[in-house]
Nanobody, 116 residues
Framework: QVQLVESGGGLVQSGGSLRLSCASS????????MGWYRQAPGKQRELVAT???????QYADSVKGRFTISRDNRENTVYLQMNNLKPEDTAVYYC??????????WGQGTQVTVSS
């Protein structure tokens, strides 16, 4: 049973920073692609960043240069360092795991609120 548990969300002022964590269990973490997605009220869920098992990363244009995704395969954890946060970054952030067989799993989400 794959489980993903996000943490690190909260309320921060514009220009501030937060670090999200997503702890995984129940799979061979090092073989998985991991991703962060977000969903703002009234909007569709969108990709924020992904990182492959080899460490290749991909970012949405809106967060390039401000957010950094990383992973620790020993701790089965993926991180999202978010700097220079803007009010438009306000959303529920979800962790996603994609197995080497193409199955995907989602965490429960963590709220990030950026005040202006």
């Amino acid at each position: 049973q794959v489980q993903l548990v996000e943490s690190g969300g909260g309320l921060v002022q514009s220009g501030g920073s937060l670090r999200l964590s997503c702890a995984s269990s129940g799979s061979i973490f090092s073989l998985n692609t991991m991703g962060w997605y977000r969903q703002a009220p009234g909007k569709q869920r969108e990709l924020v960043a992904t990182i492959t098992m080899l460490g290749s990363t991909q970012y949405a244009d809106s967060v390039k240069g401000r957010f950094t995704i990383s992973r620790d395969n020993r701790e089965n954890t993926v991180y999202l360092q978010m700097n220079n946060l803007k009010p438009e970054d306000t959303a529920v952030y979800y962790c996603k795991l994609i197995t080497q067989y193409g199955f995907d799993y989602w965490g429960q989400g963590t709220q990030v609120t950026v005040s202006s």
